[in-house]
């Protein structure tokens, strides 16, 4: 069912994450509306997290209701508790600690001084299983129908920790893998599946800046996920990619309107 990807431009990376943290408030206060609770994936890394601080100062961000939204991430550095560079770390000092949230419906990843241990693989069952939970009937899935799944792209087109040829990308199956050798720190991850991430109702990749300039270009110019996992990120009704003009500039520009930009 999913369609097309859209493709909205901005003109630097701080208007993108202004502009995509209000689009998310929107759709969050929607999904609300429609349903009395919505779901969210996070995402880490700069982008990620200028999103999630963007929504923090936004003085729209009272329109949530806090207390009736999930939130799932799509990967995790498996690290300590409390780790600097554990996504849900970064995300609870720009954003969610200061936020009334409920807390049995902020999932966090297991972390490696966790139940599982050091046991990446096992973490990640564990985690599939509470997807499945959380799943309904009608999601035909052993996932949520997430709202919105929020994922950056990495310079080398790695989505969540879903990179380029290893075996994680070429899951068909699991919705949750461990990661074992990643080509960046730390090598040892948990991440949604392509599979898993599919599920979501729509899907928004976020990048910004000239380095990202060329992976951008190549997952939207019709390449393989195997060899450029973004291009198989995309939500069950819509696939937005949410691009500053350096990201998008190796781009055809027939591909947005020049309005978006």
Do not use: C
Not at 83 to 98: G, I, K, Y
Not at 118 to 132: R, V
Not at 181 to 206: D, F, H, Y
């Amino acid at each position: 069912m999913s369609t097309a990807p859209q493709l909205v431009v901005h003109r630097d990376k701080d208007l993108m994450a202004q502009a995509a943290a209000a689009r998310l408030i929107t759709k969050i206060v929607d999904a609300q509306a429609a349903r009395g609770s919505a779901s969210v994936v996070l995402t880490g890394g700069r982008n990620g997290n200028g999103l999630l601080a963007a929504l923090g100062t936004s003085p729209a961000r009272d329109a949530i209701d806090w207390s009736r939204l999930d939130l799932w991430w799509g990967d995790e550095r498996f690290l300590p508790e409390g780790d600097p560079d554990r996504n849900v770390t970064q995300a609870r000092e720009v954003l969610l600690d200061s936020v009334p949230l409920d807390p049995a419906r902020v999932h966090a990843m297991p972390a490696s001084d966790g139940p599982y241990g050091i046991d990446a693989d096992t973490a990640a069952e564990a985690y599939a299983t509470e997807l499945a939970a959380a799943a309904k009937p009608e999601n035909h899935s052993e996932a949520p129908s997430f709202d919105v799944l929020l994922l950056g792209v990495g310079p080398d087109t790695h989505v969540a920790s879903l990179f380029p040829e290893l075996p994680a990308v070429r899951e068909t199956e699991r919705m949750v893998v461990g990661v074992h050798g990643a080509p960046k720190p730390p090598p040892t991850r948990v991440s949604l599946t392509l599979p898993a991430i599919r599920s979501a109702r729509e899907v928004w990749l976020l990048a910004a800046g000239e380095d990202k300039a060329q992976a951008v270009a190549i997952a939207l110019s019709g390449a393989g996920e195997i060899q450029a996992p973004a291009a198989g990120a995309r939500g069950r009704f819509r696939t937005l990619w949410l691009l500053d003009s350096a990201a998008a500039s190796q781009l055809p520009r027939d591909l947005y309107p020049p309005a978006s930009a």
